[in-house]
């Protein structure tokens, strides 16, 4: 279901950081931020290392969505990172236009006014969906309309069929919803003009998202950049040259309608799909013929079964067909009649089965349909069985859409088929039902294979093991299975036939070959599950002749296995899928005859597929803004070279450095240097950002091809790649057709650019499905904004911050937390792990400054430190800058720093004191404890608070936090041991059963066992947040003197009016079990206090989903507990805990539902204390005066205003 999507809470902040944003991107585009040269070689400038980073370039058949942008992302805030890092960082991006997508949407638009008329009328469709008629969403754009401006972003309304259907069905009702008028879409018909019309809209967005990209490298793909044209020539006859290309019938999944193979990208469902080779074995219908097939005179008929375990043939006791699929008969290329399904017969007329022809190719001639009802009881010659006559057997299982519809039995070793014919045996109705006999059931399974632990009857066994008492226990028979046959295959032994005595594994294939040879079976392909291509049609598998890339070479492969042995996969998991790809690779059908791309230099029939002219493009990046000045190639770049000039001599001199310029050559040599030296500088290629989903084919092809064309050169292999998951939205998955999408330009708009790029970086980082939370999106909006206004308000007041030494404890903490932020930060931006990264370099340090302004308030007139607050917002600047470059840039100019940030460095982290890192984590732990108990005391009080007070009404009075120097003896028996066993362990712990048999086994352990256990999983715990040091049995620390130093912060935090420090000795068993050195164990005192409810409204919100919170006031409040407790309610205002104004009404007799206009409204004195009236029951404020005397009591009522 739809995810209903929720506004952003506030606008204004909102558009505020649209309007930040757009002045960003100006400032980066007048300064040319992004457009980088390699320096000339041998020069200083040469020696700065380089980054280069590449997203695959996305297809042009539609606009960018959420998905490719947060793929997109990973490298976009790795450049970031490495331009901080000092390094020259080059980003290009390009457009993919190769293939059939584009092709096939034209040829759509045209079909559809063919049939609909010129504008086409699409009543009939919306007829169909306001009657339930189900449409199947179409499955190329649906995106939103675009004006010149984003921030004028309009959302048309949806058309008639959209609305009634939800989704769009035709192609021209999906280029309505992009705003096009009908004059305009009829240009699509050209397929031409879809490259001209998506990639500016494509740039437009991604420069909308502040993309580090050097545009002056972009390009488009196909013979329409002529230029690009040169570079996939090349490429091809390289590779032919090294014989990594050849010419041959190979099976391959086909397109009938395009009349050419469809790869992974030409498809609309079934992208890596590959074809299932089954053995197609031949069962000779004897005579007479039945009335059905009667019309096959003295041909010889045959019922062909697809088998994968063709071992099994001299198991045969029959033969399985569906009763209610229609078969059909047809004539072979042997002139033999065959019977299957409509759907195998088609997939036999491409693979040269029924005729040897070229003509005939894909001809399909029907003899005869058949009910399998009318070949019931049929009587076969099945080969290799020892049975001379086999029957025809009802099954209803059998699948129409998988193998042929006539499947062999073998009941020796197939569960399902001992299953189903002891079914027939036993019950005469059913036998009656379908007119079988009982002769034709009359057969005992054939004993064929040996099993360890299943004998040679493995079906019977494993029926009567998983209790299998008819064919419908069906989840039975699937453990059987699972069982059987994997371990037959790997582990079974022939016990009969030529193969006698070997493993199944081995005979498998040599029995194939004996049955093919022998004219008793065929191969034959189908895919392994349906595939749909961009032209709407169901695939087959083909037979054909055409040009193949060698991936299954093994000499290729390995130089494969040589690049991925280098590479950096940032996950193990990424790995293993490119290591199993490896292994099952085989041959790579890489040109067709239909669509858009590159031709053969030598073949101009054929068409370079997809897949194939987009391994090693990274390349042409380097050089491409010599050749061209705009994305199709029809303006010159740099170097003032025609495509003509650009000859396979010339590539070789560019790429090799042993390979000097062709003699006829009439570029300068000046500017061939300079193509030269940008490859030489950039190249290897640094990262690969994509989907998990291109590891089997183009991150794969990718390795191959740069083996191929650099073979002995490794230094210019890729270092790395950086496989990301799916995208979720709001935990669900992204369709159109639920409304659960988002494009890009739909998330700038709602979002901002860096909230929007906060939540992705915020989304996820394994290889695991990954999640773009909206409300984070909302949350970074209000964080960010919330940033600035705090940095304008410290900046503002700057010299009224405390100088001199920074040396107090807060200081201190405060100075390491910020040392210690920047390295877990650089450490988690160095692997890749944004989300990390977000965690240390702003919410960790976030919270890092709220604890340091806590401690500096409740310090009395201490403060906070200038040079330490002014090196945190810089800090904070740096750390943020690669995720919400554009906020980061702004708050660099309110610091006066010179220049852009993009020319910033990364911070250098001072001294880390350890010893203070551990007192902070120390005072937050007891903070976090005393809140978390007394949440749930408070929460269990309001319930039985029948008065409806809400928990927050509850008031602390006091609290004894316990604490202990050091562990009881039992517990220091347990640390002693976890310590000697996670060191042995190498940062490991035994198994719990096997560390509680040996701790028990501790002299005078015995007595204390039921607390072992909740003690060992209590110190594991701990032992996983902070090391081993957490197995130590004291602390560096004096937890007493600690606690009493910072007793002014810990009252402030927990509002408590007295805190207590007490040894554990002094309190009960209970207490002193559970308190530890570094755990200490906290008790309180809950008692209601006076109070009035009063309704706080945000006077900044415009928002509608915002709401007034409705909280309680104390005697003796004061402005900053309030504040607190507004922030409590509304944790993104956070930042704002000293800078809160209260307004009251000026009519204190408002109710509280009244509106009012701001000038209503009257600002509360900043150093006011609240106090109760106990006869009216309501709140009043009074003043603190400079003598300390408080000032007239003013009346509140029972509704206020906030605001920051």
Partial sequence: MATEKKKPESFGKRNALLDIEFEAQRKWEDERLFQVDAPQADSTEDEQEKYFATFPYPYMNGCLHLGHTFCISKAEFAVGYQRLKGKKCLFPFGFHCTGMPIPACADKLKREMDEYGYPPNFQTAADEASTGTESQPADDVVEPQYTEEPKKYVKKPKSKVQAKSGVCKFQWEIMRSLGLSDEEIKKFVDAKHWLRYFPPVAKSDLKSMGIKVDWRRSFITTDENPYYDTFVKWHFLRLKDRGKLEYGDRYTIY????????????????????????????????????????????????????????????????????????????????????????????????????????????????????????????????????????????????????????????????????????????????????????????????????????????AKTACEMFKVNSQNDTKQLAEAKEKTYQKGFYEGVMVTGECKGMKVQDAKEILKKSLVKENQALVYYEPERLVVSRSGEECVVAKCDQWVLQYGDEQWKQQARDVLAQL??????????????????????????????????????????????????????????????????SKPGLGDIRPEQMTPEVWDHIFYEDKPAPQDCTIPVDTLQKMRNEF????????????????????????????????EQPDRWPKSVRANGHLLLNSEKMAKSTGNFLTLHEAVERFS??????????????????????????????????????????????????????????DQVFETAINNSIQLTDESYRKMLYREALKYGFFELQSARDQYRDMAAASGDKGMHRD??????????????????????????????????????????????????????????????????????????????????????????????????????????????????????NGKFPENKTMYGQLTNIDGMSKYAKKVMPFVEYMKDQTAKHGV??????????????????????????????????????????????????????????????????????????????????????????????????????????????????????????AAGTEQPDGAQTAV?????????????????????????LGEAIPIGTRMFYST
Wanted: charged share 25%.
């Fill in 1029 to 1150: 040091s957490a197995l130590n049995l004291s602390t560096e620390f004096d937890e007493e003197k600690l606690l009493a130093m910072n007793m002014p912060y810990l009252k402030k935090a927990l509002e408590v009016e007295e805190v207590h420090v007490l040894p554990s000795s002094q309190a009960d068993g209970k207490v002193q079990d559970n308190c530890y050195p570094g755990q200490p164990f906290s008790s309180f005192a809950i008692e209601e206090k006076p109070h009035v409810v009063v309704t706080f409204v945000s006077r900044q919100s415009t928002g509608a989903d915002t709401k007034p919170l409705s909280l309680p006031l104390f005697n003796g409040d004061t402005i900053m507990a309030v504040s607190r407790r507004i922030i409590k309610q509304d944790s993104s205002l956070s930042q704002y805990a000293q800078h809160i104004t209260l307004w009251k009404s000026s009519d204190s007799t408002a």
């Fill in 1165 to 1189: 004195p900043s150093k006011g204390v609240f106090s109760i009236d106990d006869s009216s029951n309501t709140a009043l404020c009074q003043e603190t005066l400079s003598d300390g005397n």
């Fill in 255 to 458: 397109s009938p309608r395009d009349g050419q193979p469809c790869m992974d990208h030409d498809r609309a469902s079934g992208e890596g799909v590959d074809g299932q080779e089954y053995t197609l074995i031949k069962m000779k219908v004897q005579e007479p013929l039945p009335e059905k097939l009667a019309f096959a005179g003295q041909k010889p008929v045959f019922l062909v079964a697809a088998t994968l375990r063709p071992e099994t043939m001299y198991g045969q006791t029959n033969c399985w067909m569906h009763p209610n699929i229609k078969y059909v008969a047809f004539e072979n290329a042997d002139g033999e009649i065959f019977v299957s399904t409509h759907r195998a017969g088609r997939n036999m007329a491409y693979q040269k089965i029924l005729s040897r022809e070229a003509a005939e190719f894909g001809k399909l001639d029907i003899l005869a349909e058949i009910e399998g009802k009318d070949l019931l009881g049929v009587k076969l010659s099945a080969p290799r069985t020892k049975y001379g006559t086999v029957y025809t057997l009802p099954m209803m299982t059998i699948k129409e859409n998988k193998g042929t519809g006539v499947v062999t039995s073998v009941p020796s070793d197939s569960p399902d088929d001992y299953a189903a014919l002891r079914d027939l045996k036993r019950k005469e109705g059913l036998r009656q039902k379908f007119g079988i006999t009982e002769e034709m059931v009359d057969f005992e399974p054939i004993p064929i294979i040996d099993i360890p632990g299943f004998g040679e009857l493995a």
């Fill in 868 to 985: 330490l607050i002014l090196r945190f917002i810089e800090v904070q600047c740096l750390l943020l800058a690669p995720f919400c470059p554009h906020v980061c840039e702004h708050i660099w100019e309110l610091l006066g720093k010179e220049g852009s940030i993009m020319h910033a460095r990364w911070p250098v982290a001072g001294q880390i004191d350890d010893l203070k890192l551990a007192e902070t984590q120390y005072l937050q732990s007891v903070l976090h404890d005393f809140r978390t108990r007394i949440e749930g005391a408070i929460s269990t009080k309001a319930k039985k608070d029948k008065s409806g007070h809400v928990a927050g009404m509850k008031y602390t009075i006091g609290a004894t936090i316990y604490i202990s120097n050091e562990y009881l003896p039992w517990q220091q028996d347990i640390l002693k041991y976890l310590k000697e066993v996670y060191t042995e362990g």
């Fill in 568 to 633: 950096e996969t940032y996950s193990e998991e990424t790995r293993h899928n490119f290591v199993k790809t490896l292994d099952w690779l085989h041959d790579h059908a890489c040109a067709r005859i239909y669509g858009m791309g590159t031709r053969l230099p030598w073949d101009e029939t054929a068409i370079i597929e997809s897949l194939s002219d987009s391994t090693i493009y990274m390349a042409y990046y380097t050089v491409a803004h010599f050749l061209q000045s705009v994305v199709d190639g």
């Fill in 680 to 711: 030489r500088y950039f190249y290897p290629l640094d990262l690969r950002v994509s989907g998990k989903d291109l590891v089997p084919n183009h991150l794969t092809y990718f390795m191959y091809n740069h083996g191929a064309i650099w073979p």
């Fill in 753 to 810: 650019a860096d909230g929007m790029r906060f939540a992705l970086a915020d989304a996820g980082d394994g290889i695991e499905d990954a999640n773009f939370v909206e409300e984070t999106a909302d949350n970074g909006i209000l964080r960010l904004h919330a940033q600035i206004e705090w940095t304008k308000e410290v900046l503002a007041n700057i010299n009224s911050l405390r100088t001199g030494a920074a040396d107090l404890f807060m």
